[in-house]
């Protein structure tokens, strides 16, 4: 009975989990927890969001901030300065930054505020609305006969890197593959004798096994062969413009810039997800349905391609032609 007392007595221990503060630590421990688990590019996004985040802070208060104190300033300013601190970054993105970007940087720092009330750290979170952001502005592309035209001009072109461009369209056009997907390709993620490629889709934190097209096949084949550098590494290279050689991977800014390239030879606009709009505006003029064009772009929701059938249909303007022919105005 004694030695019952005695152990009701006892303090219990500490526990083997101590909960985060708001304080150098704190944060640090919690943007280490932001980032963890995400895929590459949510990585990339968050941390990228933190360090504009910080050099924001750094002009407006003419003190450095670095991403782990600039996370601590927002935890410790409270629910309603948090709020107005995040307005006046908003403000401040507004001015430098398409409204896309804007969106995704205030919702990243909504994401880091309600991880941070999860762990308890503050009883509050980032309630700062985003900015509107208009989506499916290019949903065409740049078309059949321009993407036709782009394929003849480099099909008429010689060396190494006009074989890199072709396996470059060959993947945005032929495979339907986003810029990130593409650049983050190796060598490794192309199995020739499988006949399929492993894409780390969005969203994703696993690559899948997609099948290849025999054209896209034969491209990559080409490519390759003659590809420059060691047999491991990247699947595209960049190339320097100072030594007209192979230099590193290719980046999404990279596969941008050549996409705007081919379209000033076709005298259209051409962008990398254009490439994507356009194959998949291509499919349903085929006749192939949402959820069969879906399988091939991968979309998550198959209804997503919705805005692509109505801007190739002109479904609103079909429409108001046919009112128009029944009332006259």
Wanted: some cysteine.
């Amino acid at each position: 009975m004694a030695d019952q007392r005695l152990a009701h007595a006892l303090p219990l221990p500490a526990p083997l989990v101590a909960p985060l503060q708001v304080d150098a630590d704190g944060s640090r421990r919690l943007y280490e927890a932001w980032l963890a688990g995400r895929n590459d590019n949510t990585r990339k996004s968050y941390a990228a969001t933190a360090k504009d985040f910080a050099a924001y802070l750094t002009r407006r208060f003419r003190r450095r901030f670095d991403s782990h104190e600039a996370l601590t300033e927002l935890l410790r300013a409270g629910h309603g300065p948090a709020n107005i601190l995040a307005l006046d970054y908003r403000a401040d993105l507004l001015e430098r930054c398409a409204p896309g970007t804007v969106a995704l940087r205030i919702s990243n720092l909504r994401a880091a505020v309600k991880l941070a009330k999860m762990l308890s750290m503050v009883p509050w979170e980032l309630e700062t609305p985003s900015v509107k952001v208009e989506r499916y502005r290019d949903t065409e592309g740049p078309g059949l006969q321009a993407v036709r035209a782009i394929a003849r001009d480099l099909r008429g072109r010689a060396g190494v890197r006009a074989t890199r461009d072709r396996a470059l369209l060959a993947l945005l056009y032929g495979q339907g593959l986003r810029r990130g997907e593409v650049v983050s390709l190796d060598v490794e993620h192309v199995d020739v004798d499988g006949e399929r490629i492993a894409i780390m889709g969005k969203g994703r934190l696993e690559r899948e096994w997609v099948a290849l097209s025999p054209s896209v096949l034969a491209v990559l084949r080409d490519w390759l062969a003659v590809r420059p550098g060691p047999a491991a590494g990247p699947l595209l290279f960049g190339w320097s413009a100072i030594t007209g050689e192979a230099a590193g991977r290719l980046t999404g800014r990279g596969v941008a810039k050549i996409a705007a390239r081919w379209g000033s030879v076709v005298g259209k606009l051409c962008r990398p997800h254009g490439l994507r709009h356009s194959a998949a505006t291509e499919l349903l003029d085929a006749g192939m349905t949402w959820q069969e064009v879906a399988g091939f772009t991968r979309h998550r929701d198959p209804s997503t391609l919705r805005f692509y059938d109505d801007n190739r249909a002109r479904r609103g303007t079909k429409a108001a032609r046919h009112l128009a022919s029944k009332v006259r105005l």
